[in-house]
């Protein structure tokens, strides 16, 4: 790991552990055992910068009949006390002024899993990124629970399976959300439009699809192709606990061929983290510059090969190769 990135990840951890500090200050209990936050994005990553903007979900702790939703004041409380929390830590606005600050319930994260009401209801980006990139921020306990709620609704046939089992449910899902994460982004592309802002908004949504949002997913499907058959619930949990890089050099640490190749892939994805440690304006600046844009697609694509060779080798190795593609 490089000096770069070390420091990125210590940042990070500070930063989070600032925000747990803050929120159980403006909360105390009064809603621990109602509510978890977790964060994702590039802090859940480890890999923020002063730059970063935060990326926060809330679920609400599922007792199964007697689930009661939060009212409309508490709701509102708690938006109130996550941008005071914001604020505090001078940090971004959150997207589209907070319009995704949405409660979900454990019901609805895998109650939905799989139906139209997934995507409409934005319960599958939450569950999904509860389990490729996150970390708790209030409400601990009640995230580890929801955790392994979650998990269980993946492990349906583990019980038949005991010895052999596959996650294929939970490979399908992932592979879902990489799949929905290219057209989401190709239904929105705006290289073609008049606005330079757009069109820059644009480019870098695509270059973050080709690193960080690649990482998360086939880090994932690395783990999961790595264990191959005989995967146990305790292992996934393990995993989630780390974040996208870890899961990768965990996934290769037997493999020196895999682990050079790995090496590889985070220079790549080094230059690509200092090319987002700057402010929104140079980045726009930056990625509307051709050359720039140029070289940087250039890393992306040899990134995205390391990455396949990799995944698809160790899926071959566990003979698990199939259901990544059938």
Known sequence: MSDYIKKNKQYSIERIAEFSDQLQDIFDSKYSNKICIYATGSY???EANEHSDLDVFIAISDKGKDTKKLTKIQESEIISGLENMRVNSNLQEFTDGGDYLSFHTASDLIGNLGNTKDDF???FTARMLLLLESKPLYGEDNYYQLMRKITDAYFNDFHSHVDNFIPVFLVNDILRFWRTLCLNYESK???REDNKQARGKGHLQNLKLKFSRLLICFA????????????KKDDLIDMIKLPP???FSASIQDNEEFQLMFKRAMVLYETFMKSMDATSDEISDWIMNKNHRGLAFKDAKEF???IYKIVFSLAEQSKVERFLVV
């Open 189 to 191: 592309r705006s290289y």
């Open 220 to 231: 994932t499907i690395g783990y999961l192709a790595k264990q191959g058959q005989g995967l």
């Open 245 to 247: 890089q870890a899961r």
């Open 304 to 306: 995205g090969d390391i």
């Open 44 to 46: 859940a990553r480890y």
């Open 121 to 123: 209801e934005n319960t």
